[in-house]
């Protein structure tokens, strides 16, 4: 079992709708948890950072960590077809190295 | 720059030969990160440096697989005798200090042929 899965879709939606993005994980030590997008052939973009559990906004993006369920999502609220992309989920522990462990990225397509 | 830059964008190698690829991080960041992102799949912790050592080097997949970063900025990732499978896109990142937010770059991508 890979330390954090990520489904990789692809998912596709209408502009406008309500997209829901998830991560699973099973080192209960993460307390740091990332949302990272990725646009083609470029370097992943910070969007979200949450220290341990709880919801965090900004924007039409919202990210919540469940860390009782090992469980993180990302909400973004009214899609435009900017937001197609790849979004990586990523963590880390307290302390120790500063390395992420990422999902595989759900690819993400808003339809105008 | 602005940014954290990486040369080349893009390097093709033959089987077995020698590679280096170039990070230049933002500006005043001590942290530097090296990952490798292989098609469809998210980014694989290589090797961590603080200032000018290598706090962690876990990641490096072999004894092929070297990283420097002499006077703290610029960092080199070498590969000896490239395989196929060494084919990805090699990506580095920066922060300010621990904790704090990670820059990618755009990423090197390499093909061995």
């Known amino acids: 079992q890979k330390e954090v899965e990520q489904d990789p879709g692809p998912l596709s939606v209408p502009e406008g709708a309500i997209v829901s993005l998830n991560c699973t994980y099973s080192?209960?030590?993460?307390?740091?948890f990332m949302w990272y997008r990725q646009y083609s052939r470029k370097g992943p973009e910070l969007l979200m950072y949450t220290y341990s559990s709880g919801n965090k906004e900004d924007g039409r993006f919202t990210a919540q960590v469940d860390k009782s369920s090992k469980y993180i999502s990302l909400f973004i609220r009214d899609s435009q077809p900017s937001d197609s992309a790849t979004y990586l989920c990523a963590m880390r522990p307290q302390g120790g190295s500063e390395k992420l462990v990422f999902g595989k990225g759900t690819k993400l397509t808003v339809n105008p | 720059g602005a940014g954290v830059s990486q040369t080349p964008s893009n390097k093709v190698t033959e089987k077995g030969k020698y590679v280096e690829l170039r990070c230049d991080p933002i500006s005043g960041h001590t942290a530097l990160y090296w990952y490798r992102q292989s098609l469809g799949q998210g980014p694989e912790f290589l090797i961590y440096?603080?200032?000018?050592?290598?706090?962690?080097d876990s990641g490096l997949p072999n004894d092929r697989f070297f990283a420097v970063r002499p006077e703290g900025s610029v960092s080199t990732l070498k590969i000896q005798r490239t395989e196929r499978g060494d084919s990805a896109v090699y990506l580095c990142?920066?922060?300010?200090?621990?904790?704090?937010?990670?820059?990618f770059g755009q990423g090197t991508r390499l093909t061995v042929v």
């Open positions: 080192n209960s030590a993460f307390q740091y």
């Open positions: 990142a920066s922060s300010s200090w621990v904790n704090t937010e990670a820059f």
């Open positions: 440096f603080q200032g000018t050592g290598a706090a962690d």
